[in-house]
Nanobody, 115 residues
Framework: QVQLVESGGGLVQPGGSLRLSCAASGTIFSITAMAWYRQAPGKQRELVAIIFSGGGTHSADSVKGRFTISRDNAKNTVYLQMNSLNPEDTAVYYC?????????WGPGTQVTVSS
């Protein structure tokens, strides 16, 4: 079983930055990928960015050039650096880990971009 704890969300003004962190703990044998998803009110959950065990990454077009996903393998932690935030980025952000064919989700952290 894998437990995920997210941190770093909050309220930020348009144009500002936030850094989200997600630490994985528990029985971790092999992590295939770690990712960030988000869900805005009234919308479906969507993939924001993903980083694979080999280091390759993929980001949604809406965040390319603004968000960067990274990972500390020694700490089983994934980060999401978010720059140039705008109100459309307001959502609950969820950490996701794919390990041994199973998906694990964090409880989510709220990000609100507003002046």
């Amino acid at each position: 079983q894998v437990q995920l704890v997210e941190s770093g969300g909050g309220l930020v003004q348009p144009g500002g930055s936030l850094r989200l962190s997600c630490a994985a703990s528990g029985t971790i044998f092999s992590i295939t990928a770690m990712a960030w998803y988000r869900q805005a009110p009234g919308k479906q959950r969507e993939l924001v960015a993903i980083i694979f065990s080999g280091g390759g990454t993929h980001s949604a077009d809406s965040v390319k050039g603004r968000f960067t996903i990274s990972r500390d393998n020694a700490k089983n932690t994934v980060y999401l650096q978010m720059n140039s935030l705008n109100p459309e980025d307001t959502a609950v952000y969820y950490c996701n880990v794919l390990s041994m064919g199973s998906n694990y989700w964090g409880p989510g952290t709220q990000v609100t971009v507003s002046s």
